[in-house]
């Protein structure tokens, strides 16, 4: 069963992103290289909800290199590259099939909107945060409210020379 | 100058307790009390906000022992307890004469409200968090929104045998 892993660099009040999706506070240097590089390398697949995506295509990027690309949408009918597939049906039965299909690890990229629904239906497995040293104050949460309460299992804690905190979990399913 | 610290135990999805403000989720061990020891040693008062203040008493207790105890409300008028004090005017001024007399450090405990609007007001020195390995999906924040960015540098970080990652800040005025 393929790992499917969600995350990124956050605020210490739960934000991954400002309200207009900038990234202009996210903290980078040798040790975030190393960890993404790392990560980067575990994956083949990267998962997105039509927000990130349009997020992504208004910063210049229209596909993740060298992965497959997903994006979830029930109102875009096709990307401007070829790389990208537009998924319309439902992402969590989609992503079960993806999880029984032999490969690396699935990234879960992006705000939590598609997390949430994928953390419902417990196909999350890993979470890996930067916790950045402050407080956004607002902006687009990483982890939306959720039915149900998740269990989690510190895997890894790591101070970074920026002051980020770098955690990963493993979700008790 | 005295030292306003905030705080507490809080999931990962940045909830201080569920919507009933239970709070049978936190994870208490000797590491725990240890350090909730040392930081009760920094502090000779404690802040609170109304809802705070009435979820303490509808668990039992009506006043923090060996500290001075004040409460921010409009509309409650007096306190069961004689040693808490219901302060009905600004906030943030009541505050700021606080910190420029003589004492120890002075604690905001609870949810997020009274923070908000202290932090609003560049009032509050320190951040204390006890991250735990739980997404709760809802509840009460430890950080509600605000109208601006606030910087913190890192001052510590300790993993404790719960998995919970126990982190301090100190913010940038």
Same mark, same amino acid.
């Given at each position: 069963?393929?790992?499917?892993?969600?995350?990124?660099?956050?605020?210490?009040?739960?934000?991954?992103?400002?309200?207009?999706? =900038?990234?202009?506070?996210?903290?980078?240097?040798?040790e975030v290289a190393a960890i993404s590089k790392e990560n980067w390398e575990k994956f083949d697949t990267v998962l997105m909800g039509?927000?990130?995506?349009?997020?992504?295509?208004?910063?210049?990027?229209?596909?993740?290199?060298?992965?497959?690309?997903?994006?979830?949408?029930?109102? /875009?009918?096709?990307?401007?590259? =070829?790389?990208?597939?537009?998924?319309?049906?439902?992402?969590?039965?989609?992503?079960?099939?993806?999880?029984?299909?032999?490969?690396?690890?699935?990234?879960? =990229?992006?705000?939590?909107?598609? =997390?949430?629904?994928?953390?419902?239906?417990?196909?999350?497995?890993?979470?890996?945060?930067?916790?950045?040293?402050?407080?956004?104050?607002?902006?687009?949460?990483?982890?939306?409210? /959720?039915?149900?309460?998740?269990?989690?299992?510190?895997?890894?804690?790591?101070?970074?020379?920026?002051?980020?905190?770098?955690?990963?979990?493993?979700?008790?399913?």
């Amino acid at each position: 069963m393929r790992t499917v892993i969600f995350g990124g660099g956050n605020s210490l009040d739960n934000f991954i992103a400002r309200k207009d999706h =900038a990234a202009d506070w996210l903290l980078w240097n040798d040790e975030v290289a190393a960890i993404s590089k790392e990560n980067w390398e575990k994956f083949d697949t990267v998962l997105m909800g039509r927000k990130t995506y349009e997020a992504l295509l208004r910063y210049g990027t229209t596909a993740y290199p060298n992965v497959k690309n997903y994006v979830f949408s029930r109102t /875009m009918k096709e990307s401007p590259d =070829a790389r990208v597939k537009i998924i319309s049906s439902d992402a969590a039965e989609f992503v079960q099939e993806l999880k029984n299909q032999e490969g690396k690890g699935i990234c879960v =990229a992006g705000g939590g909107e598609l =997390a949430k629904s994928l953390f419902a239906a417990d196909l999350i497995d890993e979470i890996g945060c930067n916790i950045h040293p402050v407080l956004l104050g607002s902006g687009i949460p990483l982890f939306y409210e /959720m039915e149900r309460q998740i269990d989690l299992e510190l895997l890894e804690c790591k101070v970074l020379k920026t002051g980020c905190v770098y955690v990963t979990y493993r979700v008790k399913h």
